[in-house]
């Protein structure tokens, strides 16, 4: 049954309505990626906070893996301005996400969860990072997903790979963003 404003409307037991956006009226999402190393204060940190500011007040839903370091930094810039910020966390407990993450999804996978964090955005966008980083931008490059890197890796390859296809260099958190928003639309 269709509602209003172009929302789906599902009946319940007991006669209540709840409406449910469409595919196309979801918030847009964002994967943010780095080391879960990068002290407090650091370089990383502070650019994934200042990203994780601007990402949720565009709007954009930030994805993440977590846990500490850039994506600790990442959630809490998203949540001081009112922003959501899902955790998508490697063990059974939810407990183990960092304080800023407004919803979390516990995997019980490992480092496989890293597919899940990729494939939740519609962009990446990586900050710094070591090997769990750089399997997170081959996981989103062959899913398809656009990644910006901030300060992240740099990769050259071969034939088909050379100049590392659907891999944009940021200088600053405001390019990263901007260039992801632009991939958005």
Known sequence: MKGAGGSRRREQRGGSVETHPRPSERTRQVAVIG???AEPGSE???LAEEVGRLLAEAGVTLVCGGLTGVMEAACRG???VGGVA???VPGNARSDANPYCTHVVATGIG?????AVVSSGDAVIAIGGEWGTLSEIGLARALGRPVIALRSWTMSGREAMEDAPGVLHAESPREAVDLALDLLT
């Open 86 to 88: 899902i955790g998508i």
């Open 44 to 46: 990383a940190a502070r």
């Open 35 to 37: 080391s879960s190393g």
């Open 111 to 115: 480092h496989a969860r890293n597919l």
């Open 78 to 80: 998203a949540s001081e």
